[in-house]
């Protein structure tokens, strides 16, 4: 045996070897990095590695044959360790291996670097990331109105949304939803600036003016890379020529995109237009969408009322019936408590079945449903049914996306959860309760710093969300940092969140009597809708009794927290407490084992 690997080493079969298998490893190195630029399928990189595999046994086979020399490869012959030729050969061989060997090592450590920056990029970083790649993007700016007509704003929206909702169905081409977009109405950046932040390659922008009968609309599609303007038009036509008006500025986007529509998969056409083509209708439609989007308790009463003289002027508005339903369910689930947020259940329930009824492949109807299984009946497997439905019927819908995260986060399975939050991110990268869920969901998993990055990024989204500050209070709490709890607590504006991260701030805190009061406080003024995070309190206090009752309470109420309870780094301290398990059965959760085990 020694006389073998004497001999395979005389004849540079192992430096051959060790040649061709680094140069192989460098090859590969470079087929990893650099092919997925110029979109080259993954199945050429399978196999360079199967060439450079069956290329090794006939490259040693050749090396016993022959050898490397100053004049090209000779036949091998026998010589002696003082062979000063055959020595230097050796040696640049030595030496070349090296030289590749650092070369593979330096693209590997570049590759790593790479995906270390990305892992670490902030969201506005990552979408421009997104604009370089070969797939066409697009956001659409809101349309602006005239400063004569600020009440036409609403009718701005709304045109801006259906050309959102239409691009949306194209094969090919990510549109950003509208809360990334609408972040940059009568925005002063460029198109370029605009371009980078939401991460797409292309922008559409325009302004809109009704007068009586009739209705202008200017638009144009720019390259965010350099705003060159690829398409723009300007049309004039009778108000009753809106929908064809607005078919028509979608095709021509689609147009210059090169983009198809596409409905297979189960896919249908989405649209926020009465069938009925009634256009009272439609306006009022309209306008409940800009005020259920404020998300404030007086707004939601009226987007209310505008859905209902909506559904007057067409019973058949499935639409209306859809947008009616999400707006009972966040008054009840947000402003109301006992009877009154029963009654509001209750004709949120009606509303979302009558929209299915209507139109059983509406995607909204679905989501719409699902969310009041999901907080009325606790029926998870059905809410998450509704929100896969949906998914089918719109394969691009952020609010299925996120209503489908937010169920995985609801069954205890956080990292699903995060999986489809970057989904949504995708398409809407300026969604600040896609980061608030996403941190309550890395809390759940112990990875504290990257949840308060998550919970920083709402904020910076969402300054005046109340609730992302009791997020940040919970990681402060967790952390023991009692002061830094309370500071983040006090910047939440006044009201139920505020007084709730209060509560939980002072519970860490060396004042009892100020603790004592803080959840006296929370009690007396929101114990109708605030049940589940007074369960909290109790829980941070280490009351079991008490957080029992509360979480009963809490179910009684159809409280919305308790989607968050297998999240909850307070709650989940008494998994082990047969109380929880009662409950989890309760509100047809599951029990995760692993909460048991600890």
């Given at each position: 045996m020694k006389g073998v690997f004497a001999e395979l080493k005389r004849r540079n079969v192992l430096r051959a070897a060790a040649l061709y298998a680094a140069a192989a490893w460098l090859l590969v190195q470079i087929a990893t990095q650099v092919f997925p630029f110029f979109d080259i399928p993954n199945w050429t990189v399978r196999w360079v590695v199967i060439a450079a595999l069956?290329?090794?046994?006939?490259?040693?086979?050749?090396?016993?044959?022959?050898?490397?020399?100053?004049?090209?490869?000779?036949?091998?012959?026998?010589?002696?360790?003082?062979?000063?030729?055959?020595?230097?050969?050796?040696?640049?061989?030595?030496?070349?291996?090296?030289?590749?060997?650092?070369?593979?090592?330096?693209?590997?450590?570049?590759?790593?670097?790479?995906?270390?920056?990305?892992?670490?990029?902030?969201?506005?970083?990552?979408?421009?990331?997104?604009?370089?790649s070969a797939a066409p993007s697009i956001a659409v700016i809101p349309l602006s109105v005239d400063a004569a007509t600020p009440d036409q704003q609403y009718f701005s929206d709304g045109l801006t949304e259906d050309l959102i909702t239409t691009l949306s169905q194209f094969e090919g081409l990510r549109v950003i939803s509208r809360t990334s977009s609408f972040r940059f109405r009568e925005s002063k950046d460029d198109m370029q600036t605009i371009g980078r932040a939401l991460g797409v390659t292309h922008l559409l922008e325009g302004n809109v003016r009704r007068e009586g009968d009739e209705v202008r609309i200017s638009a144009a599609l720019v390259k965010a890379d350099d705003g060159t303007t690829l398409w723009s038009e300007r049309y004039d036509r009778p108000y009753k020529d809106l929908f064809k008006l607005q078919d028509e500025i979608a095709g021509a986007v689609a147009g210059a995109l090169q983009a198809k529509l596409f409905f297979g998969s189960g896919a249908v056409p989405?649209?926020?237009?009465?069938?009925?083509?009634?256009?009272?209708?439609?306006?009022?439609?309209?306008?409940?969408?800009?005020?259920?989007?404020?998300?404030?308790?007086?707004?939601?009463?009226?987007?209310?009322?505008?859905?209902n003289t909506a559904v007057r002027f067409d019973p058949r508005y499935a639409r209306a019936h859809a947008g009616l339903a999400f707006a009972w369910t966040t008054l009840a689930g947000n402003f109301l408590s006992g009877e009154a947020a029963q009654l509001a259940y209750t004709a949120g329930r009606d509303a979302a079945a009558t929209a299915l009824t209507l139109d059983p492949n509406m995607s909204a109807a679905h989501v719409a449903q699902g969310r009041l299984l999901e907080i009325t009946d606790f029926d998870r497997a059905g809410a998450e049914a509704e929100y896969r439905r949906a998914l089918q019927l719109a394969p691009n819908d952020a609010e299925a996306h996120y209503a489908l995260a937010g169920m995985f986060a609801t069954l205890g399975q956080p990292k699903a959860a995060i999986d489809e939050l970057q989904r949504v991110i995708a398409v809407d990268p300026f969604r600040g309760s896609a980061?608030?869920?996403?941190?309550?969901?890395?809390?759940?998993?112990?990875?504290?710093?990257?949840?308060?990055?998550?919970?920083?990024?709402?904020?910076?989204?969402?300054?005046?969300?109340?609730?992302?500050?009791v997020q940040l209070t919970m990681i402060e709490v967790l952390r023991g940092d009692a002061q830094a709890a309370l500071t983040v607590a006090q910047q939440a504006p006044e009201g139920t969140w505020r007084d709730t991260a209060t509560a939980f701030a002072r519970q860490i805190g060396s004042d009892r009597a100020a603790a004592d009061a803080a959840l006296q406080s929370l009690i007396e003024k929101r114990e109708g809708n605030a049940a589940f995070q007074i369960a909290e309190v109790f829980a941070l206090r280490k009351e079991p009794d008490r957080v029992f009752e509360w979480l009963e309470r809490a179910r009684a109420n159809r409280d919305p927290g308790i989607t968050v309870l297998l999240s909850d780094p307070f709650l989940r301290a008494y998994a082990n407490d047969p109380r929880f398990a009662a409950f989890c059965a309760k509100v047809s959760l599951p029990l995760p084992e692993a909460l048991v085990r600890k």
């Open positions: 069956v290329g090794l046994p006939f490259v040693s086979v050749f090396s016993w044959f022959y050898e490397l020399t100053p004049e090209g490869f000779k036949r091998e012959v026998a010589s002696d360790a003082t062979n000063v030729p055959a020595r230097r050969s050796s040696r640049r061989t030595d030496r070349l291996i090296i030289a590749i060997l650092g070369l593979a090592v330096v693209l590997l450590l570049a590759g790593q670097i790479i995906e270390i920056r990305d892992a670490h990029t902030e969201p506005g970083d990552s979408a421009a990331a997104q604009s370089s989405q649209s926020d237009r009465p069938p009925s083509g009634n256009l009272d209708a439609y306006q009022n439609m309209l306008q409940a969408k800009f005020y259920r989007m404020r998300g404030n308790e007086e707004d939601m009463r009226k987007a209310i009322e505008f859905y980061y608030d869920r996403q941190s309550r969901c890395l809390i759940a998993l112990n990875r504290l710093d990257e949840a308060e990055t998550a919970s920083l990024k709402a904020i910076e989204m969402q300054p005046t969300n109340g609730y992302f500050r």
